[in-house]
């Protein structure tokens, strides 16, 4: 089966090919640690989550890496402002340090509980100073850099393509009109690395331009890199990337090597909130644990953002996540009557691979879930299909499962008893106790529904 991705390079679907016969170099850019993910930013890691879980599908063995941006950053894309480390740790009186270990054991906490598959490789950004100097000095070498009195710079007019990626006119760019230009002599030019000058900072280093820190596009050119060579398959990233932090990881990447840095570069969508971007500096913020905390199960936020295609806008609204909830709890209460799993139907199994080859279409997958559910399959044939798409939708349905069928297999004998005194209740036509008695099975945890065939219990 092919797999046919958007390439934002070239603007079209293509079908993906690897380098290396059944290889997959992934690079997923990583968080900014001085805050906690907002579950705008957890979008675009779930998204990430589907194309890897599909290319694993599809049999490929897949090298994922993925950044800790924990210096560099700094507050404008225009290289102006602090460091966004060092003014957090300023804030919250914490060693920049402790503060980017805390925030990164947070992120990884937020992917468990969407049940995203950690990257296999982890590259913090102060973990690879040594790489990041030496990827500036090759650009500094073939011509492509000059100094200022802040620190090195990119000269993007030396590169005739610069940004084609992002469709950017340059001509028509005017100074002061995407940035400050202080020394720059081009506005597009941005910094290698950025001198500390009389300001002492917790995170910084020596360089052969002088102390200070790398800036944030150079980190990601350096490691990813470094662990997947160059070009490598495939490059990931929310669509804000795509104009300045992308393009410049593009542009240092040519300049230092004379190659293409990726063949295949694949953005999420913005989640929106009132027609706005959700981001820390629109205040519109809300976290995952805001979702825990309110009674959400966060897999209903995965089932959310799956309901939508990656690259669409998904706007959040409180009744939509009330809906995802409600469908995610139906469809684990559908698997309560199915049988033990035996064999996959080879028709729906080809159409899900279809459907999520094409462009990893979520939206058309979780609707053919639904159709499984009320076909004429055999019991056990769906059980064992809805477990097979579960590998790529990532809903933890086998799971529940198991974890249903074990309580149903080891009802307490409370439970047993309150079933067998409303049986007879309800012979005695005494709707009150029944009722009572239902009641209490449901403070229990188990639901009871009246049928035909009599009780039918089941898991809340």
């Not at 998204?47 to 049999?59: A, P, S």
């Not at 293409?260 to 971007?277: Q, Y």
């Not at 004429?376 to 064992?384: D, G």
Request: glycine letters at 6%; aromatic letters at 10%.
């Amino acid at each position: 089966m092919k797999i046919v991705l958007y390439n934002t390079l070239t603007r079209q679907k293509e079908e993906f090919k690897s380098i290396e016969k059944n290889q997959v170099g992934l690079y997923t850019c990583g968080p900014t640690v001085y805050n906690y993910a907002h579950i705008g930013n957890l979008r675009t890691y779930v998204f990430e989550d589907v194309l890897r879980k599909t290319l694993e599908f599809n049999g490929y063995k897949v090298n994922h890496v993925e950044n800790i941006t924990d210096v560099g950053h700094l507050t404008d894309d225009a290289d102006l402002g602090e460091d966004k480390i060092e003014i957090a740790a300023k804030k919250e009186k914490k060693d920049a340090w402790e503060l980017s270990k805390f925030y990164t054991q947070a992120f990884r906490r937020d992917m468990k509980s969407l049940n995203i598959q950690e990257p296999h490789t982890w590259c913090r950004a102060t973990d690879h100073i040594a790489e990041q100097i030496a990827t500036i000095k090759k650009i500094e070498t073939n011509g492509y850099t000059y100094q200022t009195s802040d620190g090195i710079y990119f000269d993007t007019s030396k590169m005739p393509d610069y940004g084609k990626f992002a469709n950017l006119d340059i001509k028509n760019l005017r100074a002061g009109a995407r940035v400050d230009m202080g020394e720059k002599k081009n506005p597009t030019d941005f910094a290698l690395w950025k001198f500390s000058g009389e300001k002492k900072r917790q995170m910084e280093w020596d360089s052969p331009w002088g102390t200070g820190f790398p800036g944030w596009h150079i980190e990601c050119s350096s490691m990813s890199t470094k662990y997947l060579g160059i070009p490598f398959d495939i490059h990931c990233g929310g669509i804000d990337h795509i104009s300045v932090h992308h393009t410049n990881e593009i542009a240092q990447i040519w300049a230092a090597d004379k190659k293409p840095m990726a063949r295949f570069w694949i953005h999420g969508e913005f989640l929106v909130i009132d027609k706005n971007r959700m981001g820390k500096s629109e205040g519109n913020f809300i976290t995952l644990q805001t979702l825990i905390d309110k009674g959400y199960n966060p897999l209903a936020y995965r089932y959310l953002i799956l309901n939508t295609h990656y690259r669409q806008k998904l706007n959040f609204t409180w009744e939509a996540l009330d809906a995802a909830q409600n469908a995610l709890e139906k469809l684990y209460q559908s698997l309560i009557d199915l049988d033990s799993p035996a064999t996959v139907s080879d028709n729906y199994y080809n159409d899900f691979l279809d459907v999520i080859n094409d462009d990893l279409n979520t939206p058309k997958a979780l609707a053919l879930m639904w159709d499984l559910l009320k076909s004429e399959c055999p019991l056990e044939m769906k059980t064992k299909t809805l477990f097979k798409f579960d590998e790529i939708l990532g809903l933890n349905l086998e799971k529940e499962y198991q974890l249903t069928k074990s309580k149903l297999d080891n009802i307490p004998d409370k439970i047993k008893n309150l079933l067998t005194t409303r049986a007879t209740a309800r012979n005695q036509k005494n709707w009150g106790l029944s009722d009572k008695l239902r009641d209490q099975i449901d403070q229990a945890g188990y639901l009871v529904e009246d049928t035909a065939d009599g009780q039918k219990l089941s898991i809340k």
